[in-house]
């Protein structure tokens, strides 16, 4: 009798395992690696995303080879649910989504518009711009998905000495509170200096100084951030999530080919489930942000930076808005690494 029971009890554990496992709970969706799969086929930008930001279209811009548009992630132990569309209208209906970051935030949320339209190619759309506001409107579903433009999440003010960095104030998040889920992402521009550099001095409490380590400052900026969302954001109201970091690829050592000078004439991604380069700094800090905060489930974090570490195939290179004379190895192609971006992101949706 006890040894029937004990393999009852056995079976129905192995049972719940399973179940577990097709449905993804205590499953790491992020731990996997890229498999090619010559079958698929997300969205044609000509056919089903005529609005496409010229940038990140790469096949119209005359990218020769097609392979980096047939990877799929597959995660470790388990499979992602497949993405609807649909479903995703319908959860959201009379809702507003915003991104709010850099041009790597325009580069999801110009997937998301696509992936969304691609699944209800006969909905009227409605796409407006204002300033650095854009917003999709999908008005049989009355849902909004808006863009906003904000590289480094804290403000940017001029004053009668220049443009001042302010790290410790959120101004803009008027704009944000509005919202029912917010998709956050900064670290780009956090590294930029010279013409590129769209400050003079930098903020910190009543100092003003000239310039100070960038992780650093980012790291500053991010608890401010943080400090905003857990004093202004209702977790029972509002999902937030933060894209991770995203990678560039430009210098070849990183992914184990010290030869390569950047993303150029990459046409696979790095093989295997790690990235020889190792973990990203930014996104240490940006772990070490979110895991200190007060109410940890206030922040979902899509934790793309390795699974895209492994993509240096997936960048316009010389097929972006650059053309020839300017690889971009920042950005990503679409279709591409975004669309798994936004996967995921429907896939922590579904199961919250």
Known sequence: MAAAFSFTTILLLLLCLLQQIIHGHGCDFYQGNWVYDSSYTLYTTSKDCPFIEKEFDCQRNGRPDNDYLKYTWQPTGCNLPRFNGEDFLQRFRGKSIMFVGDSLGLNQWQSLTCMLHKAVPNATYKLTRTGGLSTFIFPRYNTKVMFSRNAFLVDIVQTSAGRVL???????????????????????????????????????????????????????????????????????????????????????????????????????????SSYPGGKHKAEIVLEKVINKMSKLEAVNLLNITTLSQLRK????????????????????????????????????????
């Open 166 to 272: 302010k790290l410790g104030s959120i101004e803009s998040g008027k704009l944000w509170k509005q919202n029912d889920v917010l998709i956050f992402n900064s670290w780009h521009w956090w590294l930029h200096t010279g013409i590129k550099q769209p400050w003079d001095f930098i903020e910190i409490g009543d100092e003003m100084i000239k310039d100070m380590d960038r992780l650093l400052a980012y790291e500053k900026a991010l608890n401010t951030w943080a400090n905003w969302v857990e004093n202004n954001i209702d977790p029972a109201k509002t999902e937030v999530f933060f894209q991770g970091v995203s990678p560039d690829h430009a210098n070849g050592a990183d992914w184990g080919q010290p030869k390569a000078k950047s993303c150029t004439k990459e046409t696979e991604p790095v093989i295997g």
């Open 313 to 352: 195939d997936g960048h316009p290179s010389f097929y972006g808005i650059g053309g020839h004379s300017i690889p971009d190895c920042s950005h990503w192609c679409l279709p591409g690494v975004p669309d798994t971006w936004n996967h995921l992101l429907y896939a922590t949706i579904i199961q919250i």
